[in-house]
């Protein structure tokens, strides 16, 4: 295929559940937004010959060919050229994130939708999001097993979305800005574990379950009415809850308690866990007043980082 580009540059931002995790993969809905202030960067350029993968924050340079068809920047290649139906030229890739791994940021999902983004532009063609979309979703079955699909889906689309897995997304309307603190435990979140952990008490018990899921998606939607009416205390209120059932699932860590009642205690109108569990990241909800404060309180807590971030009012 001709290269009509020299060198070509994709980027995709983070994520974070704002509510509604582990329900999500039992079709309940589930509330995602982007992290633009840590993204992935994938830059493609002309090279000799071959075709080379460098991604130095994970200590990887190798050709394509000598990873295993499994891996997952093998896979999300494989996937594109047949998405393309085209060969590569010689090339090299350059993969570079800023968002943490393993932590609930989407750091997967997001080194995928910036890869295939990249490799279509340097052959010239642009796939529409719902096709990259589809590829990082399989990309993300190698990550995570059973995915529900959220964490592509709000990479891709880089939006607040509302999303359900027989249904797809939505855009998430959001009224007014949303301080929020996100603080790490340091702990990596297994997320294939964990989501087969709450499978397997699902199965042993379903009927407890099951009313577990419906009460995280009572919250989903008291979040989202939140959101859309700019009603920051209701939103805390709402996240308290759901990680109050999050904690029933059994997904809660004493580290990520802590984290969360410690930015509580600093005047957050709520917080939760986000994401898989186990560790992993945590996220509260503040005033724009109390956000330094939440923020220390985390540090003073043991949080090994902590971002601070708005979400912007959607237009
Ligand atoms: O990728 P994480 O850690 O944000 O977790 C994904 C959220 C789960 O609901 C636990 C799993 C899924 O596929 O939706």
Not at 157 to 170: F, N, V
Not at 261 to 271: E, P
Request: glycine letters at 8%.
């Amino acid at each position: 295929m001709r290269a009509p580009f020299h060198s070509v540059e994709a980027r995709a931002p983070g994520k974070i559940i704002l509510a509604g995790e582990h329900a999500v993969v039992y079709d309940r809905p589930a509330l995602a937004v982007p992290v633009p202030s840590v993204q992935a960067r994938v830059q493609v350029r002309r090279a000799p010959a071959g075709f080379t993968l460098r991604a130095p924050d994970i200590g990887l340079t190798a050709a394509l060919d000598d990873l295993p068809p499994a891996h997952p920047l093998r896979r999300a290649v494989d996937l594109t050229q047949a998405a393309l139906q085209a060969a590569w030229p010689p090339l090299e890739v350059r993969i570079a994130s800023s968002i943490p791994v393993a932590a609930g940021l989407g750091s997967g999902a997001a080194v995928t939708v910036a890869l295939v983004r990249a490799l279509a532009a340097f052959v010239g063609r642009a796939l529409p999001p719902r096709q990259v979309n589809a590829l990082a979703y399989e990309v993300e079955k190698l990550h995570h097993g059973t995915p529900s699909g959220i964490d592509n889906t709000v990479v891709t689309y880089a939006r607040p979305i509302r999303y359900r897995k027989s249904r797809g997304w939505q855009p998430l309307p959001v009224a007014r800005a949303v301080p929020l603190v996100i603080a790490d435990t340091g702990r990596a979140a297994p997320t294939r574990e964990m989501v087969l952990g709450v499978r397997q008490r699902w199965q042993a018990q379903p009927a407890r379950y099951e009313a577990l899921f419906d009460a995280i998606a009572d919250q989903v939607a008291a979040a989202q009415a939140a959101l859309a009416a700019g009603d920051l205390p209701a939103l805390g209120q709402a996240l308290n809850a759901n990680h109050a059932l999050l904690q029933a699932l059994g997904v809660s860590t004493p580290e990520l308690d802590a984290l969360v009642n410690a930015a509580r205690a600093a005047g957050a109108y709520g917080a939760k866990l986000s994401g898989a569990g186990g560790g992993g990241n945590m996220l509260a909800v503040t005033d724009a007043t109390h956000q330094p404060a939440v923020a220390q309180a985390l540090r003073a807590a043991g949080a090994a980082r902590v971002l601070c971030t708005t979400l912007p009012p959607t237009p």
